[in-house]
């Protein structure tokens, strides 16, 4: 199986990496268009700010390419913000692939949401084998509300989009290659889709 992760300048994908080699995958870390057309798989993992990741995508045009992705793909952190509509951070419009938009936490919450959150009304197979109430790690100031799109939830002042998933194309807030057993079951669980 061939894995690509997207290189676009948005973070350290070395510990995804790592955390795919425990699952015997040797994954490509490229912007080349046409090696991730050929992929059999696609991450799109991402720590960073949105308007500057979004700007180095359009460079390389791979904006256009993403959206046109048919085989599944797995965005990640500011991979899954970059997938929808707009996002609050420097009001940035972003691929728009999932009709949604992200906001910022407000009020008396401690901005940036971090460490350990337990996820909730799982749906769909990028859960398989994970239980309700199971413990994924965050590191965000920006979220999704609850949607139609939306297929796990945690609570940081209310409910938030925790995973969300529009045809082919996942999309998941917290790293799962960070979250221990739980993350890399999520990882694996990509794999078979």
């Given amino acids: 199986m061939k894995v690509v992760i997207i290189k676009y300048n948005a973070g350290n994908v070395q510990s995804l990496e790592f ?19 050929r992929a059999d798989k696609i991450i799109f993992p991402g720590q960073g700010e949105a308007s500057s990741a979004m ?32 996002t609050e951070e420097n009001n940035t419009k972003c691929l728009g692939i999932i009709e949604v938009n992200v ?3 407000k009020g ?3 901005v940036p949401h971090v460490g350990w959150n337990n996820i909730v009304k799982l749906l769909g197979p990028l859960f398989s084998k994970i239980k309700e109430q199971d413990y994924l790690y965050f590191v965000h100031s920006y979220y999704v509300n ?5 297929i796990a939830q945690a ?39």
Avoid: W
């Fill in 19 to 37: 955390a795919l080699n425990r699952l015997g995958i040797d994954p490509s870390i490229t912007d080349d268009h046409e090696e991730i057309q």
């Fill in 55 to 86: 700007k180095y995508l359009k460079n390389k045009k791979l904006d256009q390419v993403l959206v046109h992705l048919r085989q599944p793909v797995l965005g990640i952190c500011l991979g899954m913000q970059l997938m929808c509509d707009q």
């Fill in 103 to 105: 906001k910022r936490f």
């Fill in 108 to 110: 008396s919450l401690k």
């Fill in 146 to 150: 609850v949607c139609d799109r939306t």
């Fill in 155 to 193: 609570d940081y002042g209310g409910s938030f989009s925790v995973a969300l998933q529009k045809n082919n194309f996942y999309a998941i807030q917290p790293h799962p290659e960070k979250s221990s057993d739980c993350g890399i079951q999520i990882l694996d669980n990509f794999l078979k889709i």
